[in-house]
């Protein structure tokens, strides 16, 4: 039997469900050869050690002594601005890591965090888990199979039902950075193409707190690719209806919805459609379910050299170069100019 140890810094929102998606592989990685084994830590100690005896995990008392009890793969689920110190840990203890998006707080940050990872050839795979979605990898292979002709529109949309802590939102870059980020992600993913002009405006009208730590509770920004296409790409964080993320895709030939199924927190107002009607998505964790539990699982296949890195820390930083623009946008009130060269 093959031991696989992982190690989870980070058991807060995010946190707890990659711990939980890991027991849950157990079984099914074991019925390949392959022993499972994880070990976490939180600076919240007693919350740890209770996560931990929960899941049959071992607690650590810092990523240090985690890092040196020999691990497999590190996972990193800490707040954002932990993310470059952490990854350097990780690729200097010679393992794959696996880091929760982004990379690092914004581009700046994050540009001495990749030419580390280059420099000590380091794997680290981001956690942009819609690429894992099955919704968005239909419209991706519908769209690469010119199923769906050119696209004339894109709209994509991602609204927390509820906001997260203002104390998170304080330390998240801005809801471009936090939420959009995915967005921008999955557009770059899905067309192949780059966002070279976002134009956004955001606003307040839920709690004065989110304004009072500099962040919008709603926004939306105009992109235009580098091949003309134009798109939208908006988020709130008061969405009462429930935890919407959507994309659609409209082509010369044929559109796509992702994100249309039972669970759509939309009502149709049209007479005698009862069509969404299930229980919406209330979380991220919801909507995602299947995809966040199809992202760890690659992360152990990276791990034992089974695939190729899903999502590259350059992947994610060109992300994070649009929603750069994005706050830059919001603050100043013009277009601005996506620069992806700072990449190359
Ligand atoms: N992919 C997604 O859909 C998604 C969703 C939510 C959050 N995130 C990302 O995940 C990260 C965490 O977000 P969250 O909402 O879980 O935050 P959180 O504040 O709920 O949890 C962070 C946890 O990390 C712990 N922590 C902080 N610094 C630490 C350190 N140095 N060592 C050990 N533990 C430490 C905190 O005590 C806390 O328990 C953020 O970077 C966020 O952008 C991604």
Redesign the pocket.
């Known amino acids: 039997m093959k031991i696989v140890v992982l190690g989870l ?7 707890v469900m990659h711990a939980n998606n890991i027991a849950g592989l157990r079984d099914v990685l074991h019925r390949r050869g392959v022993d499972l084994q994880l070990r976490l ?4 100690a007693d ?1 740890a050690r209770t996560i931990a005896a929960g899941l049959g995990a071992e607690f650590f008392p ?2 240090a002594a985690m890092l040196a009890s020999g691990l497999d793969g590190l996972i990193i ?4 601005a ?2 470059p110190e ?1 990854i350097r840990a990780g690729v200097t203890a010679g393992i794959p890591v696996f880091c ?3 990379v690092a707080m914004n581009v700046a940050e994050s540009l001495p965090v990749l030419d580390f990872i280059r420099d000590n050839r380091g794997v680290v795979q981001i ?3 819609r690429r894992f979605d099955v919704g968005y990898l239909e419209a991706r292979r519908a769209f690469l199979a010119g199923e769906l002709g050119w696209i004339h529109s894109l709209r994509a949309v991602t609204c927390d039902m509820a906001p ?1 802590p203002v104390e ?1 939102l304080a330390t ?1 870059g801005g809801l471009f950075r ?1 939420c959009s980020v ?1 967005d921008f992600d999955i557009v770059r993913w899905l067309t192949g193409r780059e966002i070279v002009e976002v134009y956004a405006k955001g606003s307040n009208r839920g709690h004065p707190a989110i304004g009072g730590v500099g962040d919008v509770d709603t926004a939306l920004a105009l992109i235009t690719l580098d091949d003309g296409t134009v798109g939208t790409v908006s988020a709130s964080r008061y969405n009462g209806a429930g935890h919407d993320v959507r994309l659609e895709i409209q082509g010369s030939d044929n559109s796509v919805l992702v994100g249309l199924d039972d669970k759509t927190a939309l009502v149709s107002a049209e007479s005698g459609v009862s069509f969404p009607g299930g229980r919406p998505h209330q979380t ?1 964790a919801e909507r ?1 379910d299947q995809a966040y539990r199809s992202e760890m699982a690659a992360f152990v296949e990276l791990i034992l050299g089974e695939r190729s890195n899903p999502c590259t820390p350059e992947d994610a930083v060109a992300a994070s170069v649009v929603a750069d623009a994005a706050q830059e946008s919001l603050a100043t009130g013009a277009p601005v100019q996506v620069g992806v060269s700072v990449l190359s």
Do not use: Y
Request: overall charge negative.
């Open positions: 810094v980070g058991v807060g929102r995010i946190g830590t939180d600076v919240a919350h810092s990523a689920a800490t707040g954002t932990t993310h952490l929760e998006k982004p956690g942009h888990q997260p998170f998240s936090d995915h991220f995602f």
